[in-house]
Every structure is written in structure tokens, then in C-alpha cells.
T-cell receptor
């Protein structure tokens, strides 16, 4: 059974810092990994999807890397802003097929201090 | 751009009642997923459909059922509701093997 772990569970930093959020998973036979952002009581916003054949994916100030063999992914946030405050979740699909449900980590609760 | 539409946004039911949640996926997405998120918890996968056929099943209680219709919208039916069913219920859609997009969720409160 796939297990996803995110470190740290919470992080509070001043505005402008560069951040690294970590995600690890136990079953490396995944075909992609997805990072989400969730604001309190709201839906999940997809940030980045990395296919298993890719090592990195970038969107604006966000960069996600994937090391499938070691079961790790990182989300790098450059020049953090107060609007980045949210919970960040990584998720991987099951290994049975394309419509498998996602297994989520418990998230990193991020606070950016103005 | 069109997003995943869920209705209703909020629902209050009494114990032992039945609830039906609806999901309208992004056009041309062939896969629909349902998730349950309890307070302070990560989303838990319930069930998925690919091309209107049930595809994967997670931790969905036997009291819950779901289906996907010919127009690709999906409904989650929840019977004999319990207090512990109070949660945010999300629907997501995707094209197979690609990025999943989530709706804003239905907040179900069982009293």
C-alpha cells in the first residue's frame, strides 16, 4: 500500500525566502506525481504534475523535482510571498492503471510572514 | 477555462438520512474521482470512473454508491448518514494519466 510522507509538517518563514518542501513515497512504480495547494476550507488547486519520465517541472516561481528511484520529490518555492501561505500537498496515483485514485501526504502547512 | 463543478456547495442532513452529491467534470475529461476530506485530514480516495465504468475503489463505505452517467456527470449517493460522514467531499476529473483537477467541494454536515 502506497504511503506518502511530507516534511516538514509546518513551516513559518519571512517573506522573500526560498523554500523547499519534501515529499517521499514508498512504492516507486508511479507514473506521475502531483503537487497541490489548499487554502483553508477550499478546494485543491493543482500546481504541478511531473510525469515519471521527467526529472523537473517548472511553473513561475515553483519548481518540482522527482527522483522516482529513491521515492522522493521536492517543491521549491522561490522568493516567497504572503499569498503563498497555504497547505501544500503532494499526491501519487496507484500503480494499477490510469484511473487509480491519488494517495495524498498529510501536507506542509506554510505561513509566509509579511 | 471550465472547471469541475460540484453541487450543492453545502448540505445539512440528519442522521440516517440520504444525500446525493453531483459532479460535472471538465469537458472532454474521461475520468472522474471522488474524495472525502475530514477536518484536519488529507483527502481520502473513495471511487473513480473511467468512461462511465467504475475503475478503482478506495475506502468507500458500503453505505455509499456512485455512478457516472452518459453525459459524464457523476453522482455520489450516501445513505444512512452518520455523524462521522461530516466532511468535505471533492470531485476531480482528468484525462487518463494526466493532471487531475478538483472541484470546490461539497461541505456535508450531518446533525
Amino acid at each position: 500500500k502506497q504511503e506518502v510522507t511530507q516534511i516538514p509538517a509546518a513551516l513559518s518563514v519571512p517573506e522573500g525566502e526560498n523554500l523547499v518542501l519534501n515529499c517521499s513515497f514508498t512504492d516507486s512504480a508511479i507514473y506521475n506525481l502531483q503537487w497541490f495547494r489548499q487554502d483553508p476550507g477550499k478546494g485543491l488547486t493543482s500546481l504541478l504534475l511531473i510525469q515519471s519520465s521527467q526529472r523537473e517541472q517548472t511553473s513561475g516561481r515553483l519548481n518540482a523535482s522527482l527522483d522516482k528511484s529513491s521515492g522522493r520529490s521536492t517543491l521549491y518555492i522561490a522568493a516567497s510571498q504572503p499569498g503563498d501561505s497555504a497547505t501544500y500537498l503532494c499526491a501519487v496515483p496507484g500503480t494499477g492503471g490510469g484511473a487509480d485514485g491519488l494517495t495524498f501526504g498529510k501536507g506542509t502547512h506554510l505561513i509566509i510572514q509579511p | 477555462a471550465a472547471g469541475v463543478i460540484q453541487s450543492p456547495r453545502h448540505l445539512i442532513k440528519e442522521k440516517r438520512e440520504t444525500a446525493t452529491l453531483k459532479c460535472y467534470p471538465i469537458p472532454r475529461h474521461d475520468t472522474v474521482y471522488w474524495y472525502q476530506q475530514g477536518p484536519g485530514q488529507d483527502p481520502q480516495f473513495l471511487i473513480s470512473f473511467y468512461e462511465k465504468m467504475q475503475s478503482d475503489k478506495g475506502s468507500i463505505p458500503d453505505r455509499f454508491s456512485a455512478q457516472q452517467f452518459s453525459d459524464y456527470h457523476s453522482e455520489l449517493n450516501m445513505s444512512s448518514l452518520e455523524l462521522g460522514d461530516s466532511a468535505l467531499y471533492f470531485c476531480a476529473s482528468s484525462r487518463l494519466f494526466t493532471e487531475a483537477f478538483f472541484g470546490q467541494g461539497t461541505r456535508l454536515t450531518v446533525v
